[in-house]
């Protein structure tokens, strides 16, 4: 565990350790969650909802304004094939 001040910026430092263990440098980018006791930081990972099937993806195509998925590329696969 590592303790450290908040500064009056509201600011900490991630320790290096914990920066080379999640293979985070300057720039990446993080997010911050909490509930009733925690505050939860982990390592930014981009998220869409697909347009097919309104579930949220880590992987997903941008077609015009829609984000689809690799499950939505499927049904559009099926209904395009059972007309």
Known sequence: MHTK???RLGRI???KEILEIF???EGD???I???ERQIIIEPHKQRYVCAVTGKVTSEAIRIGEAWISK???TEIVKYMGSE
């Open 5 to 7: 001040r908040i500064n």
């Open 13 to 15: 430092v991630i320790p």
């Open 23 to 25: 293979q985070l440098k």
């Open 29 to 31: 980018s993080v997010d």
């Open 33 to 35: 969650m909490h509930n």
């Open 71 to 73: 499950e939505g590329m």
